[in-house]
Nanobody, 118 residues
């Protein structure tokens, strides 16, 4: 019911910046908590950041202070600004939408690769 399409991934040098975008194809975007998760090879998927419908945010400890999540409800888009990137940030990044009225209703994007390397 909800399509999520990530973009903006790629190769960046350590210390660099990258901004990911996720376009949500839904008529009720403002009813979803939006988030970013990532998964590196051989590791569990982990929380990067979320933003609820009221604008409140949560960040994973490893990215706090370096990454910023934002959303534009008028454009049905959520962003992840990534600064001071480290090699350990290398992962596939997934966009997530969770319905605020039923947390069992959630959707995932296809993922976008972020590689931090010199």
């Amino acid at each position: 019911q909800v399509q999520l399409v990530e973009s903006g991934g790629g190769l960046v040098q350590p210390g660099g910046s990258l901004r990911l975008s996720c376009a949500a194809h839904t008529s009720i975007f403002s009813s979803y908590t939006m988030g970013w998760y990532r998964q590196a090879p051989g590791k569990q998927r982990e929380l990067v950041a979320t933003m609820a419908t009221d604008g409140s945010t949560n960040y994973g400890d490893s990215v706090k202070g370096r990454f910023t999540i934002s959303r534009d409800n008028a454009k049905n888009t959520v962003y992840l600004q990534m600064n001071s990137l480290k090699s350990e940030d290398t992962a596939v990044y997934y966009c997530n939408a969770r319905f605020k009225y039923d947390s069992r209703v959630l959707y995932w994007g296809q993922g976008t690769q972020v590689t931090v390397s010199s």
